[in-house]
């Protein structure tokens, strides 16, 4: 069975969860306290990871993949979740970029800073610059959705699945979503995909 | 002809340009000054990339590509570039998105500063935190290449090529690679691939 060496907060592990579960492909996890420095351990950074990050997949074999987007790439394959046209999966994976150089280190970090550090950490001086830029990224999607239901294509793929995980939740991190309308009707579309299951379950607001 | 909008100084951009050379594909490219907002103008974002940056490949029908990775991604497709075997194919793509997440944010930045900006530019101060991060990502591929010829199986891919681009030209934003014997090597052995061309034509130094 595959092990999932997994944070529950962490949206990059999050899109791996999302989806294993919509594959139906069963996994175990193990949970890491990434701010405790848990993935920087020799053990980790040796035998799981050199990069000290998660998500990792292990896989039955023992070998080891890194980089979320990398997983959902492997796990897609052959599957509903990447297209058969060789544009589209380009365009994948152009979304998939777009999502950890000018997304991620955004809309992201502030959620880590807001959400994860305490109140009075110096980085909390960051956010209005984090809020400047993962604002342009937010509209760089609401611009693509206006009038069209999924990133790529006609059809919902890990480009989503990447681009879902950390926007969904944009609000732990102080963003405003209300100007987004589009991004929130396709928050909304995706959540009504088979298989579907939530960041955090306990939370969750229907 | 692909069009390839274009920057000189760009190490993303030259990604693409030694993957299509080395493909044979023949391309004409338009240059673009980025310090000026070149590709920020109404005219670049509405038409070329909402994200106003370079590299773009536009197609003959017309169509634009952004994001350099997810370009290699599109033209290495059936090529020796990329690989056949699934899990190698994952490898790549964990290599690229690293590129993109922990190497070229720093690596390239700390070169972007130190070259393009003036002397008295406050971003200098961000140099010392630029350095420590672009070291550790130098480290993580030393530390693959001390016992590997290339990135991923045996062969040179497209994932060489996304680390090359800025890995070859770090000491522009003045990372020291003397301790970096395995990386030097394989520098070396990328300048010998066929069809192989450098990034600055009339600088390169043997």
Chains 1, 2 share one sequence.
Do not use: C
């Amino acid at each position: 069975m595959y092990i999932l060496h997994d944070n529950t907060e962490s949206g990059n592990a999050y899109k791996v969860r999302l989806l294993l579960a919509q594959l139906g492909e069963p996994y175990r996890t193990i949970q890491y306290d990434v701010t405790n420095g848990e993935t920087r351990t020799p053990e980790f950074l040796n035998r799981i990871n050199s990069n000290g990050r998660i998500p990792v997949v292990e896989f039955p074999d023992g070998r080891f993949l890194a980089e979320s987007n990398a997983i959902l790439y492997y796990f897609a394959q052959g599957s509903d979740f990447f297209p058969t046209d060789r544009w589209d999966q380009a365009e994948v994976m152009r979304w998939m970029f777009f999502e950890q150089y000018s997304h991620e280190p955004f809309v992201a970090v502030a959620k880590f800073i807001l959400t994860m550090l305490p109140p009075d950490s110096p980085r909390r001086a960051d956010i209005p610059a984090l809020h400047e830029k993962g604002y342009a990224a937010l509209q760089i999607m609401e611009d693509r959705l206006q009038d069209h239901d999924y990133l790529v294509g006609d059809k919902y793929s890990i480009a989503d699945i990447a681009l879902f995980a950390y926007t969904h939740v944009a609000e732990m991190g102080e963003f405003d979503l209300s100007p987004y309308p589009a991004i929130r009707t396709w928050i909304k579309r995706i959540t009504q995909t088979p298989g579907f299951i939530p960041m955090y379950p306990e939370d969750w607001k229907k």
